[in-house]
Every structure is written in C-alpha cells, then in structure tokens.
C-alpha cells in the first residue's frame, strides 16, 4: 500500500496498463501537460507524443478516433475532463462507440475508456458541475462506473482499460485531490463487483462516487442516534451488482440511494425501482432519495448548497426512511 | 491519351466488373424492396458506381473504408461477397452482421470495410482513427471516408479533417456529390459551389473529380493514397456525381423535375465506361453482356441464399451488447 | 372534429401559430419538402423560406441558431427528424437551451420547441429506433410531451410552442400516420396535464406515446379475462401530471408503468421510484415496468419484437401485478 | 497615415478607457481571486484588450456579442456596468445574473451581451442565430461572435460559418488568436498557420489582424460590420494577440517559458496604445493617468458594490429554471 491521490491512482494504472500492453494509447486535450485534474500527469515523459495524444477541441473527433482506433487494434483511453464536454460527443459515444459491436453482429469489440470528470467542485457553474451518469447508464452497449476512493479508482481503471467493451470512468472532481491507501503494482476491481463499506442492521444505503464519502460521514452521525446503516459503495453502475443491493436490503428492509445527480430520473430512479421490483415484499418503509434538486448547477455557494446534497441530507433521509421525521 | 497508356485492361475490365455487379445487386435491391421482401428503408447506389468502384481499386484488402447510409455499393467494390449483403438486408442470420445492421449498417471487417453508417458523416472520424491505429502500428494501411454533399456541412466533417491533416494521416476523404441531401440540393445548404476548396481550411490538397469516370476516380484515388500511404497526409476528393433514383427507394421525388434526372442520364457512369472500353477495343458486346449475365446470375444466387437462410432466433437477441464472456446484463445478474 | 392523421394535426397546429404569431418559424432538414414524416408539408407554401427555413444538416447549429434566434425575439421550432440526432446537438440543447434562462439569471426565456420523432418503425435498426425521453426528462430546464394521438399531437403541439421554455416535442414514427378525430381550429392542450383514458379498479397502467395505444389493447384483453385497468396517458413527461397518476394508483392499489425506450434507467424508473416512494403504503404489490430490453434496437424482425414491447407484454405484466403469474 | 485620419480623437481615447477599465478590471479580479475572495475559477483577458475595446467600438448598443469563457473584457466593452459584474463574480444577488452564472456566464441582454459561455466556441452557432432574428424582424442588428484559436478547430465552428455564409447573415466571426488553448499550442492541434484561410471554405471573406493594434483591430470590425449590416455576409477576423495570464488564475503555466511571455510584452496593446496617442498628440501624461485613476475607482467601488450586496437566499434556489408564470416543478406539483 502506498497513499497517494485518487487523480495519482488513475496515473498508476494508466502506466500500469501501457507499459503491459502497448497498444494503450491515450486521447484528450491538454494530456501531454497532465491534464486538468492532473490525471495524466508525466505519462507522456515515459510514453511521448504517440502514445499520449493532444486532441485539438474537438470531443466529437476524440471519440470517433478513439472508436476507429479501438476496432482496429488499439486500446484507446480517451478523456474529456469536464464532463459536461461529452454531450458534444453524444453521437459519437451513443449511435457510434455503444451500438458498433451489436450493429455488426459481433464482428467487433470496442475496447475504449471515456473518462470524464463530473460533479461540483467549489462554484463551477452551470457547464462544468453536473454528474451524468443517469444518460450513459440507460443507453446499452456503455459500462459506466464511478468510483469513490484511490484505490478504487485504480483498480477499477484497470479493469475499464482491460475490457473489451466501451466503458465510461467518471472521476468526481471533488475527490480528484483526496489521498488514500493503494496498493502497489497490479490492482484490479472487476467491473460489477459493490463494496460493502459498513455493515449495519436497521437500514441499507446506496450509493457510489463523491456520494459514498458523504455517507460515510453520515453513518457516523447516525451512529450517534442509535441507527446503523449498512452502507453500499457500488463503484460500478454498468454492470450492476444487483445482487448485493438486494441482499442488504431484504435484510434491512429500509434504503436510502443517494447520489449528487439530479434526483428527477436520475440514476436512483433506477435503483429504487429496481429493489422495489425485486425485494417489494421485504421493505418495511417507502425508499428514500436523495440527489440534486432540479435545477441548473449555480454558481453562489448559497445556491449551489442548497441545489446539491451532502452528508446532511443523507442523514435527513435515514431518519425519514426510520419513520423519525 | 488513349485509356490503355494509364490503365491495365485488366484493371479496367475489373473496375467495369465492379460496377456492374454494383448496378445489378441495387436494381434487383430496389424490385424487392417495392415487393416488400425486405424490411427497413433502402438507399441505393445506382449513378454512383464508378466513384466506389475506382477509388476501393486504389486500396488493398487490408485497407479501410468506413461508409455510409448508402453503403452496399461500398461494400461490394471493398470485397464483400453479395451473399451476406443480400441476407443482412434481408434480416437473416446469415447476413454479414447476422441481421443485427441491415441495409444501413453492413459491415465486414475482415475485408477492411468498418461499416455503413446511418449518421451522416459518421464515418470521418472513425476513418481518422482507422489511419492513427495503422500509423501506430506500422501497417502502412490507408484509410478512406466516404461521405455525400451533405455530410460535408457537419461539425465532424471539419473535426476529422483538420485531426488528420495535422498529423498526417493516411485517411483520404472522398465526398460522393450527387448533388442532393435527401430532398434538398446541395446549393440551399452549402456556402461554397465548389466543395474541394474546403480542402485548404486544412493546408491539404483537394481536388474536383469527374465521379463518373472511372478512370479520373481511380487515378486521383490513387494519387491521394500513395500521398497517405507514404505519409504524406489527407486528401479531400469532391467526386461529382448523380444520384439517378430516389434518396430511398420509395421517395416520391417531388423535389427534383425528372427532366433534370433525364439529362443526366448521358452521364451514366456505366454506359460511359462501356462506350470507352469499346472504343478503345477493350471489350466486346459478347464478353459485355457476359459480365451483366455473370452479375445477374451472382445476385440471384445472392437472393436465393438470403431467402432460404433462418432468420435470427428472438432468444439471441441480447447477445453481443457486449463482449464474450464480459457479456453481462445491466444488471449484473445472468 | 376532423379526422386526419397525427402528422397533420402537427401542421395543423404549427400553422396556427405561424399565422396567430409571425415571430414564430421553423428550421430543419428537408422541411420545406415536408420533412421525413411530412411534418412540415405545406408550410412553405403559405409561409415562405423565410420561415420555413432548410437548415444544413448540421444538427448543433439547428439547435444554437434555434437558441440565438429565441432569445432575440422570435419563436423556433426546430426538428431533428430521427431523435438520435438529437445526440449530435445534446450540448446545444443541454448546456445553452436547457441552462439559458437559469444560469443567465431570468433575464431571458429560451421559446424553443425541438421536434424529434421516435420509436421504432419497421425495422429501421441501431441509429434510427430508439426512444431518448429518458435523456431530456433528466436535464433541468426542458419540457418533454410525447402525445399518442392526433388531438393531443396538436393540442400539445400548441401549447409548446405558446410555452416559454424549450419543449422537446416526442413524436412516435409508428403512429405518425395514425388517423384519428382532431378539434378544427384552435385547440391546446396544456403541459402537464395526463389523460385518464379509461377507469377500472384493479389496477393502473401508465404510460404515454405509442404505448398508449398498445396498452388501449391491453386493456381489452384484460378485460376479457376480468381485469379492469384504468389506464392514464401522461402526454407531457415534465411537468409531469403526478397527482393525477398518484390518485389512481391509491385506488387501484397496483401499477404497470409501460413505455417503448429502454427499462434500464428509463424514465418508468422515475415513475415507479415516485410512485412507490409517495403512496408506498397503498401498494397492494410491487410495481412492474415494461420497456425495450437492454440492447440496441436490431434490425431483423424476430430481434426487433423481442427486444421492443407492445401488448403482449403490458398483459402480461398486468397479469403479473395482479399476481396471476 | 496618421491615427487621426482615420479615427476621431474622441473614438481613440474612448477604446483607450475601455481597454485600461478591462484591464484594471482583471487585475483586480486576480488579485482577488487570489486572496480567495471569489468562488469558481476565472480566465482574465488581460493582454487582449484591443480586441474587445476596438471590436465593439465597431458596433451599436443594440448588436449582439456572444462571448466565451473569457468573457469579462467583452461584457465591458460592450456596455455592462462593472458593478453587476463585479457582483456576478462574487456570486451575490445584485449580479448581473443574480449569482447564477459566475464568471464563465456573465451576460446582459439589454446591452446586446448575449452571454459569456463555458463551452468552447458555444457562442458561434447562437450569434449566427440572433443574426438571423435580426435580419427576419428588419433590424439590421449585427452579430459578432467572438471564440478562441482553440475553438476553431470545434465542429460548431465549421456549421455556424457554413449556414452564416450561406444566408448571408450579419455575423462577424472574431477569432482571438492568443496562441494557446489552455496550455496547449495552436501548432500542435491545428492544421494551418494562418486560422484566416478557413473563411475561404465558406466563400467568405477571412483577414488576419493585428489584435493588439486598437486601431487595426477597430478598422477591421468596422469594415466587417458595415458589410454585415448592409447583407454582405459574414467576415472571419483573425485576430492575432496573446495572452499575459495563465489560461486561468492560479495556472502554473509550466508549458511556456516567461521568457516567451516577456518577449510578448513589447506588444501590449496599452503600452502601444498610448504610446500611439502620445506620439499623435492626443494624449499627455496628466490624463493618461486620470484614466487609470478613474478606472482603479470604478473597480473600486465595483468591488465595494459586490462586497456590500448580499449573497442569494439558498431558498430562491429553483427560481427560473422555467419561466414566470409557466414554472413546474418536473414532478408538476408546487
Ligand atoms: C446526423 C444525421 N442527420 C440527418 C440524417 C438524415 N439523413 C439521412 S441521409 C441524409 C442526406 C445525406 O446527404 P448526403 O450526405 O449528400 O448523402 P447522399 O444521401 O446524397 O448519399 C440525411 C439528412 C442522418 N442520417 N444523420
Ligand atoms: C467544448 C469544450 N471543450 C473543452 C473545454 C475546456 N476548455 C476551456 S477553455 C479551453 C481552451 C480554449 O482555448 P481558446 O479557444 O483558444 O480560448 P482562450 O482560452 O485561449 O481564450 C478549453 C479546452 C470547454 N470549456 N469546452
Ligand atoms: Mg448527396
Ligand atoms: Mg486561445
């Protein structure tokens, strides 16, 4: 174990992954400099300018490249920091990098990484502070996961690097900088696989990236009520380890899902419907979101506070699922 | 310049060969689809033979092409055998994509053809990719974009070929302009009248083909490979042509007088090639109407072995969203 | 009443508001030939090229043009024909149409109507058959309506373009050539407001676009085995008429939520997640969706019906609630 | 020629203030945003100031601009006051978007300044769009889109251009040329040296300017915007500058020397500016440092204004996602 930040982790197994295979190549703008979270810092030191691309502003093109390249021998890691830059690469990643394989009867893989930075980080505004992982989730043919700590970001972008499939690797901005244990040398987290971060008896929390820091720090105060979460970290929403979810809250019979998305059809829409579908009988109370209210992220602290959830609002929600509010 | 200093009769005969087979395999496309024996919507090649057929005769079989809604022309000049294209349009399991694609997205990777593409100009950048991946490698493969006058007004137009002009890419960029997008002339939609001057936003060559000629399309495709293969970067090619049927077989044409679509029939590129090669004593009426037989007899047989292939099993239907054994519902569970 | 299909009743209503308000005009591809679908037929000749204007196929600059135009004073109704074009100007809609009005602190209102249409078709396969509303229910800042039949095509098609903020206007490819009675002149019916097409007891289908109409057939082959569902048509997805829909199931005790876009993460998941969370404990059973399964949508026949649901499945996930499976 | 031929003194003086309010302004800016007195991030636009000042000198108070991520100058030059901008940037409620929007979206309608805008060349497809709701209502307001040398190369750039040129729209295209694109060079991503020869992909007229020449920069719009407002078309300017800052405060610029960035300073366009005016006469030291003076004040009780007004209440939080009367909650229920 070494501690270093989430944003040096994603480093770790990006030059992990390219010194192993070297048809890893990586796509984005300002990569040679490191990046705008510093997520590919010093890889064009070891790997050059053929390995480590500068994409002009151009995030269809990085996608398309990065969907030719794929289906032609390489393994590219295509990055479009901010992620709110993907929506200008919507048909490429939707109607080009996802559908490729089944609209060609399985001639081809598409083994490509978008890895994009979402979420707020201190008054970013509205074009650079949403979390969209509610779109890439319902559109097949993606893997989307979302890790929540150094380690996980490490080992999950092995395993994104490593699949053969399109997958999309959201890095919270908030947690970039956040330092943490990570194992040294090859670290892989299969895709599909949550982790049980707290074991708790009276009710099952849901959640994943920046989101999971916050319940952390809410199961503690909720601790000090006298109610124990059991806390979900899923890391990866495509695939889905449903079955983890289920088994937790078939126990609990309570859940809370939270994530700093929009709540309105958002990725937790899903996931409360799902457990309702699946475990219907096993709920002792009516689920409990918690997520963005629905409005543009603003930029004054006040606003922005007050449209996106944290810690406090996961507690709220445990006491309400609880029936204490 | 007689045709023979510039071109082997074998080539030629070849090229002819191509696109007649083109012309017979979208004749016979456009009777079944108005017979309702296909399912979809159909756009055809017919008019634009000699643009597919000469420029995929500059390429090798390990280079790229990536294509578009009206792709099987494409298809068929790259390599592909007429029978798995007849069946994907028909939907059978024995299509080139297993019946997955259809008519709009026939593909065959073992051939270097990576795909007919329903978004308009959605191929460039993939082309672009197709080239970076050949350059990483070594291969030296070549990678071509086909496009119509249409596409050349989409963002990705000017993002793929600025991408690929910068670092030289061995992409060349063939614009197929029969004149319309759908039902809209290219003159309401686009700034410029002659489309290889967009070349130079790039600081690369373009140039105005004859797209009806195969000779003009096969020697400047030639030129501009040679260019990509040896690293000397992209290509704009504005290949003029016509586009003789409908934007899908079934449009009601309303949009163009079928006086303009008369006069431009002298200009078909099949009838034009058969009169240069006769004249120039490369071929006779008997080995000609041979090669229309030989086709009519090839598509047939197509036919027959789209129609008596199975139809995909509904059960498979989830099968290669993703990958082999990473195959995995969204939700995780088998 | 008239009786004309639901793509007329789209000029219908559309040429209304160009002769109610000459600030409203229309961009697109082909639309002065009438469109794809003949949306648009006949306008030109009325209207002219100045307001009927043939756009490039340049689907972000439709968009931002629309955006630019609509904040300068006039009112633009842009059509992308097949929805998953929109993917090629989801910046444009999302982070200039959709945030406009907010981030820029009200100073202006965006009056912008997207025309898409959707759905599968007779087998039109990957990039010419998928449903988004998933998509554009999730933005802040956009209205989405997707009306099954020809009166609501126009009455909706009305009221978004009277509406003051970008409407994403959802029309189904299989029932744009529908016929059916239609109010002659002026006719409006307003966002968030669903429709009750049938009363029963046992349990509530929700659902909107083509699905409606599938579910109209559900509804009597349910009752021919005894089941009477009440059926309610949302018609308009934000606003999003949830009292009306909160009501019934409270009675009925019982949902089937039921639309043609994937079920992954689609916005049924937002229904049942709100449903299930506000009338929690008046659900006599879990909640079933119906929606496309997790592919994209294949060409061939046999693939197509199995992936995309119709009747069939709305009985039999009716069946399911009533716990007769 | 002299300065005074071609330019009335008033005008030479009045683009002097303008450029010395955007630059005293900024620094401002920097320095507070360094002592963490402004949430976000901010990109100042020091080093351009003849671009926006003489630009918009060009135009009438009811054209409109569209701006970018860098668009403090620009709302300036175009007529805002500093102290709604001030207060945006603080995030407070007497901000020109009432803190909704930061630094990256500061906007006024009412004086043509249609939004600075976070996304890379997402103000061009929305000029071309105003230009065309212009010349529908009868207006002849103009458009000027301004972008970046790293925006160009964004397909937005390519489809605006195009459908501007195509209708003739009123639409001046100002690239600032500063040379970088966050930290990257234009050498490194874009396919031409000189960004003008993308004006002849749309038949229209593309000039490269001195962008730190008021004069040039000024003279160059004028001609465009009179061409624009007669129905001439679009111009594309490319305005060659360079930018003093970091892409952003707080930038550890580690991919340029400063020996690049000092050599640059000899054209400053302020320096040069008054240098100009002083030699011409026009100007003497007194008010020259009056000017300056003025403008510390202005931004001054700007900053006293953003300081003093209060923050927005968390509760008006969901205000204007919809508009007045039609607002909704998505779940339809107040
Ligand atoms: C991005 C996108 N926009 C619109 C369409 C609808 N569409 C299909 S073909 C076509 C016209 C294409 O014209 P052109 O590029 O000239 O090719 P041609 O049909 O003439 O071969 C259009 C608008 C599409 N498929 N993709
Ligand atoms: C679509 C998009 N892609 C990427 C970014 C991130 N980004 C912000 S500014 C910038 C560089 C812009 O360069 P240029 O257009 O030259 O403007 P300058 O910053 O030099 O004024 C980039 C890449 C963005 N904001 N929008
Ligand atoms: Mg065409
Ligand atoms: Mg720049």
Known sequence: MRRMSFGQATVDATRFAMREDDRVVVLGEDISWGGNFGQFRGLVDEFGHDRVIDMPISEAIIMAVGVGAAVTGLRPVASMSFVEFTLGAMDEIVNQAAKFRYMFGGQVSVPLVLRASDGVLRSSAGQHSSSLEGLFTHLPGLKVVAPSNPADAKGLLRAAIADDDPVVYLENKRITAKRGPVPVGDHVVPLGSAAVRRRGTDLTIVTYSVMALHAEKACSELTGMGIEAELIDLRSLVPLDLDTVLSSVARTGRVVVAHEAWEFGGFGAELVAAITVEVFDRLRAAPVRVGAAQAPIPFSPPLEGAVVPGADEIVAAAREVMGLI | ?334
Not at chain 2, 14 to 36: D, N, P, Y
Not at chain 2, 37 to 62: K, M, W
Not at chain 2, 156 to 180: I, P
Not at chain 2, 204 to 230: C, F, K, M, Q, W
Request: charged share 20%.
């Open chain 2, 1 to 334: 310049m007689s045709l023979t200093e510039t071109m082997s009769p074998g080539l030629a005969l070849s090229i002819h060969r191509t696109m007649v087979r083109i012309r017979v395999f979208e004749s016979r496309v456009e009777q079944l689809f108005k017979a309702g024996e296909l399912p979809g919507f159909v756009h055809t090649y017919i008019g634009q033979e000699a643009i597919a057929a000469g420029v995929c005769s500059a390429l090798n079989r390990d280079d790229y092409i990536t294509s578009t809604h009206r792709g099987h022309g494409h298809a068929i000049a790259k390599g592909m055998e007429l029978g798995p294209i007849m069946a994907e349009l028909y939907g059978k399991e024995t299509g080139a994509c297993r019946g997955r694609g259809g008519s709009m997205h026939v593909a065959d990777f073992s051939v270097g053809m990576l795909g007919a593409n329903g978004i308009v100009a959605g191929g460039l950048g993939i082309a672009a990719g197709a080239a970076l991946s050949a350059r990483y490698r070594g291969t030296r493969q070549v990678a071509v974009g086909f496009f119509g006058d249409g596409g050349i007004n989409k963002g990705t137009f000017h993002e793929a070929l600025n991408f690929a002009a910068t670092h030289r890419l061995g992409v060349v960029f063939v614009c197929e302009n029969n004149q319309y997008a759908q039902f809209t002339s290219r003159l309401r939609t686009t700034a410029v009248e002659d489309l290889s001057v967009r070349a130079s936003a790039y600081g690369i060559p373009g140039v105005t083909v004859d797209g009806n000629d195969p000779s003009a399309t096969y020697h400047e495709a030639l030129e501009a490979v040679a260019r990509a293969r040896e690293g000397g970067g992209p290509t704009l090619l504005n290949m003029e042509t016509y586009r003789f049927g409908g934007h899908y077989v079934g449009d009601a044409e309303v949009y163009r007088e079928s006086a303009e679509v008369e006069a431009r029939r002298w200009a078909d590129p099949i009838v034009r090639w058969e009169r240069t090669l006769t004249d120039e004593g490369l071929m006779k009426d008997g080995p000609r109407e041979a090669v229309w037989a030989e086709a009519a007899e090839e598509v047939s047989a197509a036919v027959r072995f789209a129609e008596t292939s199975p139809y995909p099993e509904g059960g498979t239907a989830l099968e290669d969203v993703f990958t082999g054994a990473t195959a995995v519902p969204a939700t995780g569970r088998a």
